[in-house]
């Protein structure tokens, strides 16, 4: 049996649902070309007949200096105008070059499951000494056609995504743990380079293999071990991050390798004073990875911390304790909403342009989340910034939600809003978490810009996680 990469048409698939449906379960899959054909760096880096504008690029970058592989062993660096007048030769391929930290993002648009980053975020990539991740993760790569990537997983079990700008790449793929297979003792990354010459354990290992066409881009998620084969003269934007579908992988990941670099240092213990063994462990991580975990540590402070949670507000909704912010809604939508809550249904179209105040919508969650934990509308019946109408409405919704009593099966979800989250968006705009215990405690987290989305898009991914119409 052939294993496949699943192609979504984003026109028509929601982010949100690429996210639950892929994200979250940690699955590759290709965008389609319609998803960078508005990119700038797509026009002018190609030529029309499919390979790469070397005109265009030595006039604008020519005199940058830019790193190469030499024979997949040794990084050398020189200029994008000496190694494209000489690219001829596969061996030889330009990697790993941080185009964006000079040129910027202009040349793309990433799209909304690509740009929950927590790695090159404009707080990190603007200043470089501020970067907890010691440099950003977003790289352009130009290879012949013939020059190849070794088999490997990305850094730190981060996700990448490659959008290819011009030209054609042969991919092979391996869900996790899949990677066993090529075991190899004598290699030094301990796995085989080329995993072609072991073709007869595809099949076993589950490799997917298959052709990313100009224009579309690959999601390799976290741990997924994969090789790459450029057919033609190929140009790549690649990007290594992390956000909340793989954060706690990275974290295990760099928390396991300090015990590891402590297990081996331990030997030597007796020669280091504490303060000098921890320096010594933290020298070898860094370089390592680029990150330790105290940087992700720091990283997870700075995302839950009080720094940048000037608001944060979480909102229990079970069909016992109505997700406060359809409390904005009148009650027939109510009731529609408290039925879709229930059984997972789709929610009807009425909702999808439902603009609403948001500081509102948390002032309401407050008081829905203080009267559901006292089981009592007391703090309704308190709350001074409420005039008499707006309380004689919440207490007749809090009553009877309260007076429903909770059954086994109930859908429960935890939402959080999260305002002044500034690193994860430009301004200040707030970030939603959605927490779904029912598919095994899930997160979901998009912005404020989706929010009059939400309701509708909320349901279509429950649908699609759990599909009972
Ligand atoms: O295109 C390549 O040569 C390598 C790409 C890759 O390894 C990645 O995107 O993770
Ligand atoms: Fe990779």
Redesign the pocket.
């Given at each position: 049996m052939a294993y496949d990469i699943i192609r979504i048409d984003d026109k028509s698939t929601p982010w949100l649902e690429i996210l639950v449906k892929f994200g979250f379960k940690n699955q590759p899959f290709i965008l389609g070309e319609w998803s960078t054909a508005n990119w700038s760096a797509r026009k002018s880096w190609g030529c029309p007949d499919g390979m790469p504008n070397k005109v265009f690029l030595k006039q604008n970058y020519g005199h940058s200096v830019v790193p190469i592989l030499v024979n997949g062993t040794e990084y050398k660096s020189t200029t994008l105008s000496e190694f494209l007048d000489n690219m001829n030769d596969p061996e030889v391929?330009l990697?790993d070059w941080h185009f964006q930290n000079h040129y910027g993002t202009s040349m793309y648009v990433l799209h909304p499951f690509f740009s929950r980053d927590f790695v090159n975020c404009e707080k990190w990539t603007s200043d470089k000494n501020k970067n907890p991740f010691g440099d950003d993760y977003r790289f352009v790569?130009i290879?012949r056609a013939g020059?190849?990537?070794k088999f490997?997983a990305?850094v730190a079990t981060s996700h990448?995504?490659?959008a290819n700008i011009c030209g054609r790449?042969k991919w092979f793929m391996m869900p996790p743990g899949s990677e066993e297979f090529f075991r190899c003792v004598s290699s030094e990354s301990g796995f085989v380079d080329d995993i072609r010459d072991f073709s007869e354990l595809f099949e076993q290992a589950k490799v997917i293999t298959f052709i990313q066409e100009p224009g579309e881009i690959?999601f390799?998620p976290s741990n997924w071990y994969?090789q790459?084969?450029?057919l033609v003269d190929?140009i790549?934007i690649?990007h290594?991050w992390i956000n909340s579908t793989n954060l706690s992988l990275v974290h295990d990941f760099l928390a396991n390798r300090k015990l590891d670099v402590i297990q081996e240092l331990n030997d030597c213990f007796s020669s280091f004073h504490k303060e000098e063994f921890e320096e010594k462990v933290e020298e070898i991580l860094t370089p390592e990875v680029k990150n330790n975990p105290n940087t992700v540590a720091l990283f997870i402070a700075l995302r839950f911390g009080n720094a940048f949670l000037l608001l944060r507000v979480i909102l229990i909704s079970n069909p016992s304790v109505l997700v406060p912010f359809h409390f904005m809604l009148t009650h027939d939508q109510l009731s529609k909403l408290y039925d879709c809550a229930a059984t997972s249904k789709r929610l009807p179209n009425d909702f999808v342009d439902d603009q609403k105040d948001l500081k509102t919508v948390i002032r309401y969650g407050e008081l829905f989340k203080a009267c559901h934990s006292a089981n009592s509308s007391d703090y309704v019946q308190k709350a001074e910034d409420l005039n008499e109408e707006e309380k004689k409405q919440l207490i007749t919704v809090v009553t009877e939600k309260l007076s429903i009593p909770k059954q086994e099966n109930d859908i429960s979800w935890n939402v959080d809003i999260v305002i002044g989250n500034s690193h994860v968006a430009k301004s200040l705009r707030p970030v939603v978490n959605i927490q779904m215990p029912t598919i095994g405690g899930e997160t979901f987290e998009f912005d404020i810009d989706s929010f009059a989305q939400f309701r509708k898009q909320l349901a279509e991914a429950v649908l699609a996680v759990n599909p009972q119409e």
């Open positions: 391929y990697k790569y290879g020059s190849w990537t490997h990305d990448s995504w490659s790449k690959v390799v994969h790459v084969h450029n190929t790549s690649n290594n």
